[in-house]
């Protein structure tokens, strides 16, 4: 068993990049593009990137996608982000969403967990 079969989120951290490393091998000119794109949006701006993840967070709560709420987890704490900030952010997305984000928030405090922010 690997180290990361007993942490769901590095499991999906590590489904993720497989994903991606998989669809780059059969479309790789898409996936060129949507990644120059991808982290296009992510660079600082008017907006800060920190706060693109966390934005990018709320939304993958109430998009019910447990890939990306770790990978948002993730790369809100490598922009910076606070376990507070990420649980608020949490909490804003539980507001615009209603009772089914706040249980999809589940996933936010177990990637914390895991994480060793919680």
Known sequence: MSEHEENETMKKLDE???????LGKYFPDIMKSFLTYFQGV?????????TKKLISLAI???E????CVAYY??????AGATKEEILETSMVAMKMGGGPSLMHIRWVLDALGELGKL
């Not at 992510?42 to 920190?50: L, M």
């Not at 987890?73 to 490598?78: H, R």
């Open 60 to 62: 993958s709560i109430n």
């Open 42 to 50: 992510d660079k600082p701006g008017t907006i800060d990137t920190k």
């Open 16 to 22: 993720v990049n497989d994903t991606m490393q998989t």
């Open 64 to 67: 019910k996608c447990s890939w």
């Open 73 to 78: 987890v993730n790369k809100a704490i490598e």
